[in-house]
């Protein structure tokens, strides 16, 4: 029912207490409503930022993890964005260069390498069969031969060491024996490549040592899973001289990508794991070397205690605790920013925001595009392309975010890309300042996956103690694989060389080793890797053609 309103009093005086009442009534209910209007639009902000977290989840679960954009230059003029003067480049074509295979039609097989042992398998005509209908035996007048390529499980050999002893039948002058050959395990069982394939096996292929068990039981000898744990442990204490050597020398580089991966480990104070890390230090192409740490919490102790000594450049993600690290260097240690993570925040705002961030990701897009261009120059000619064209696009970027930071929901996947960048802005742009840099930590993130892949596999470590085990192996075969070293024969080539009384750890170096051994560099992985390089390029360079003349067209 609707409300009565009061009759008019006669009197002024009642009539403007009447007045007065109804003024305040009034303000109250524009309060309310204000009040309202404030609830509802702050429900709304929650709104979007809930549904934001939910398309971001909804993503990370069924979602490509690839964090790709459907390339079109005809829509550059949608965002206002210029597009680039493209560099002339020669057209790059697979199966220029020497080293690359040539690409045939079909499916390409490669022939089976002379290398591989040949066992003949013959498949003679039944005698009832090589009778003629004369009645005269048939002559065999020539074959026809197949390859095929089979697989037996792998085969375990003993190795007899025989040390002859010699004396004289005249006088006892004493006993003359060879010299004992000298084993990575003191008194051990396992030989050099029995440990190598234990290694390997373990953080290369990613094969837990149970499922190593399995398979040398297959091959016919039965190990205890203990033994194999032992075995990796005594040849981590074997590796670790060199390991130092290889820390050293990260030290030593002008700049430094770090980043750090969580590792379960079992703790027997308790019914579950706790939380470890793996924290990998990466030298710069002077000191091209990959060294893991291990500790057990993520605090700044880790990093504060590797790069005590260091001074350089420090390539990280923006995890806190490195800007402490830096901050107590007090100028020494000079951060340095990862596009690729600031790229990442407006990638997943595009859902709510689309104009704003691909107007943001068009102008990360351009800056990978002036790296990609003059990526195999020289560090001199790489930094005057960032002063010239990178800068240009970071000033257009930067007055950008300034002018959307006051209308930005500070919780909105969007307001907290913005608030990255600029945070990080600094260092985000300090790349344009050495041609040496690089735009992004994605070298880091990559070397990682070697450790994430095996925790798939083998789940957890058993111990600190394992931890820090794993830390040197996976610190060897890392540098192993960043300078496409076949593993195997690089770890058997350790324990043999670094058994020895006398070792030059100098030329055990990764760099230093392949350069005396070239037959042992991983060819086909150079090849895909070339192959991929020059479709990607071929690509990028077709799109900045494409860009080039819509821009022209408008």
């Not at 709304?44 to 809930?50: G, Y």
């Not at 830096?326 to 596009?339: A, D, F, N, T």
């Not at 150079?526 to 067209?553: P, V």
Request: overall charge neutral; some cysteine.
């Amino acid at each position: 029912m609707t409300e009565q309103a009061p009759p008019i009093p006669d009197e002024p005086a009642a009539l403007q207490e009447q007045l007065d009442a109804a003024q305040a009534r009034i303000r109250d209910l524009e309060r309310q409503v204000d009040e309202t209007c404030a609830t509802a639009e702050e429900l709304q902000r929650a709104l979007a930022c809930l549904k934001e977290e939910y398309l971001a989840l909804k993503r990370l679960l069924y979602g490509p993890r690839r964090e790709r954009l459907t390339e079109d230059p005809d829509q550059q003029h949608l965002f206002d964005t210029e597009a680039l003067t493209p560099v002339p480049v020669p057209e790059p074509t697979l199966g220029n260069s020497p080293q690359s295979p040539k690409r045939h039609k079909g499916h390409g097989r490669r022939p089976i390498p002379d290398h591989v042992p040949r066992r003949d398998v013959p498949h003679d005509v039944p005698e009832n069969e090589r009778m003629c209908g004369c009645g005269r035996e048939k002559v065999k007048i020539g074959e026809d031969t197949t390859e095929q390529l089979d697989y037996e499980p792998g085969k375990l050999l003993v190795l007899r060491h025989i040390y002859p002893k010699y004396a004289c039948s005249c006088c006892k002058d004493g006993v003359t024996a060879a010299p004992r050959v000298a084993s990575p395990i003191a008194g051990g069982l396992a030989g050099p490549g029995l440990l190598s394939y234990v290694i390997v096996s373990k953080f290369t292929v990613h094969i837990p040592l149970y499922r190593q068990q399995d398979e040398l039981a297959r091959a016919g000898v039965f190990l205890a899973r203990s033994t194999l744990c032992d075995w990796i442990r005594q040849c981590a204490i074997v590796f670790k001289p060199l390991v130092d050597l290889m820390r050293d020398r990260v030290l030593l580089s002008f700049a430094i990508n770090a980043d750090e991966t969580p590792v379960p480990v079992l703790d027997l104070t308790r019914d579950s794991t706790r939380k470890s890390y793996l924290w990998s230090y990466l030298g710069g192409c002077d000191h091209p070397f990959t060294v893991f740490d291990y500790r057990d919490s993520r605090n700044r102790d880790g990093p504060a205690e590797f790069l005590r000594n260091y001074r350089g450049y420090l390539q990280t993600d923006a995890y806190t605790c490195y800007d402490s690290v830096v901050l107590e260097s007090k100028g020494r240690i000079v951060p340095v920013g990862c596009w690729a993570h600031a790229r990442r925040g407006f990638f997943d705002a595009r859902a709510s925001q689309p104009r704003e961030a691909h107007y943001v990701l068009s102008l990360i897009g351009q800056l990978y595009d002036i790296e990609e261009q003059y990526r195999q120059c020289g560090a001199d000619e790489r930094l005057v392309a960032r002063k010239e064209r990178s800068v240009p696009v970071l000033d257009r970027l930067k007055q950008f975010l300034d002018e959307q930071t006051p209308g930005a929901l500070p919780k909105s996947q969007c307001g907290q890309a913005i608030g990255y960048v600029r945070n990080q802005w600094e260092s985000l742009r300090r790349y344009v300042e050495d041609g040496r840099l690089g735009i992004d930590n994605n070298i880091s993130e990559r070397t990682l996956r070697i450790a994430a892949i095996g925790r798939k596999n083998w789940l957890f470590f058993g111990s600190d103690r394992g931890g820090e085990t794993a830390a040197i192996c996976l610190s060897i075969l890392a540098s192993a694989k960043r300078h496409l070293i076949e593993p195997f024969a690089y770890v058997r080539a350790l324990l043999v060389a670094l058994a020895a009384d006398e070792v030059d750890l100098e030329s055990l170096l990764p760099d230093t080793w392949i350069k005396a051994h070239p037959e042992y560099v991983v060819q086909y992985r150079r090849d895909e890797a070339e192959a991929a390089g020059q479709r990607r390029a071929k690509r990028r360079l077709s799109r900045r053609l494409e860009a080039s003349k819509s821009s022209e067209g408008l």
